[in-house]
């Protein structure tokens, strides 16, 4: 089995004294840089001008440019979106690491596809929260926290693994757990879960169950109760207790219609199609579609989220969710209207 750390096997010195810059403060930046503060460590941010500079500057932060919180850190987490990593390193991070220092990432993507090669005098490592970083924030304010792996890719000062290890328990991750990995498998396990199962896999699942309702006649407001709302419901169970939690709570009838109906619907098709998809990521397909797509300024990106945005389970669902106060949506207000 693989060995998982909590907080009583890691050791804090080695971060200590250190100044930490946070590049980038968005939904993981802003969740690291302020439970890193509240673990008593020294953070500075960097960014460039804009709404992310003013939030972290409320929150209390000295914000610098990226080279200038660079220039004066010891260790660098770069929190940028992974399509933007690769100019900005160029630019504003790789001439001002200091010898010695760490740079670290929350996710491989740009080391492991060789978008950055950092210099040969700096540490670089990973802490990946495994899961969103709003989470991240709020589980530490609870006394909780959200499971991280952490890896080495180079470790010149001998204590890169000491380093990850601090700080992912300066973020709240070894109260949950934290698992080592390499910076491979990080990248293709993240990509994998987060397009078969936890994002695509879970989107296409509730809407194909929503048009299968609609499409028969069924009111789409029952269908979204139905196919989206008791999602949370269900996926809290599991989250608890498994599989054996959470049909210990489902009718006896529901179970059963797990068991014959589930693998009727995801079956060996299915997981033909999850094998390709993990291939694509294996071999830098999804990398290089991806990073085309960026270069190309994104319009597949936007006419997909144009489109996905006016589904039917979306207008039905912003009503629905209007008239229910204790649903708290951070887009409410923010959201498209479009019908
Ligand atoms: P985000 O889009 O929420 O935030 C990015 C931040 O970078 C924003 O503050 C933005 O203003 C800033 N930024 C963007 N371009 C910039 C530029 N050119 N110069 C300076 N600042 C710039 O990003 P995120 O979702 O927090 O992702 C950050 C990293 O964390 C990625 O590597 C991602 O894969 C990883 N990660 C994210 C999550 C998550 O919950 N979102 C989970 C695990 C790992
Ligand atoms: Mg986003
Ligand atoms: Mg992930
Ligand atoms: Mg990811
Ligand atoms: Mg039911
Ligand atoms: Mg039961």
């Given at each position: 089995?693989a060995k998982v750390l909590y907080e009583k096997d890691i050791q804090k010195e080695v971060l200590q004294?250190k100044?930490i ?7 993981q930046?802003?969740a690291h840089a302020q439970n890193l503060r509240d673990s008593g460590y020294?953070v ?31 260790v660098?987490m ?26 670290a990432?929350a ?18 490592f990973l802490v990946a929260p495994k899961g969103?970083g709003?989470l991240v924030r709020r589980t530490y304010e609870e006394g909780a926290g959200v499971p991280a792996l952490y890896g080495v ?6 204590n890169a693994k000491e380093l990850a290890l601090a700080y992912s328990q300066g973020i709240g991750a070894a109260r949950a757990g934290v698992l080592e990995t390499?910076?491979?498998?990080e ?153």
């Amino acid at each position: 089995m693989a060995k998982v750390l909590y907080e009583k096997d890691i050791q804090k010195e080695v971060l200590q004294e250190k100044k930490i810059a946070v590049v980038g403060y968005g939904s993981q930046g802003h969740a690291h840089a302020q439970n890193l503060r509240d673990s008593g460590y020294d953070v500075v941010i960097g960014l460039r001008p804009g709404k992310s500079q003013e939030k972290a500057e409320q929150d209390g932060f000295e914000v610098f440019s990226v080279a200038e919180a660079v220039s004066v850190a010891d260790v660098v987490m770069v929190l940028l979106p992974d399509e933007q990593q690769q100019k900005v390193y160029y630019e504003s991070i790789q001439a001002n690491l200091k010898s010695g220092s760490a740079i670290a990432f929350a996710h491989g993507f740009n080391i492991h596809f060789s978008q950055v090669v950092p210099p040969l005098d700096v540490d670089v490592f990973l802490v990946a929260p495994k899961g969103p970083g709003h989470l991240v924030r709020r589980t530490y304010e609870e006394g909780a926290g959200v499971p991280a792996l952490y890896g080495v890719f180079q470790d010149v000062t001998g204590n890169a693994k000491e380093l990850a290890l601090a700080y992912s328990q300066g973020i709240g991750a070894a109260r949950a757990g934290v698992l080592e990995t390499s910076f491979q498998e990080e990248t293709e396990t993240d990509l994998f879960g987060e397009q078969a199962v936890l994002c695509g896999g879970v989107t296409s699942l509730i809407k194909a169950g929503f048009e299968t309702l609609t499409e028969a006649g069924y009111q789409p407001e029952v269908a979204y109760f139905e196919c989206m709302h008791e999602m949370k419901l269900i996926v809290d169970l599991l989250y608890e207790g498994g599989l054996e939690n959470m049909r210990y709570s489902i009718s006896d009838t529901a179970q059963w219609g797990d068991f014959v109906s589930g693998p009727r619907v995801v079956n060996d098709e299915t997981k033909a199609r999850m094998k390709d998809v993990l291939t694509d990521i294996q071999k830098g397909e999804f990398a290089k579609g991806w990073i085309l797509e960026n270069q190309a300024g994104r319009p597949q990106f936007n006419a997909i989220n144009a489109q996905e945005n006016k589904h039917q389970i979306e207008t039905v669902g912003r009503e629905l969710r209007d008239l229910m106060p204790f649903v708290k949506n951070p887009l409410h207000g923010k959201q498209n209207k479009q019908k």
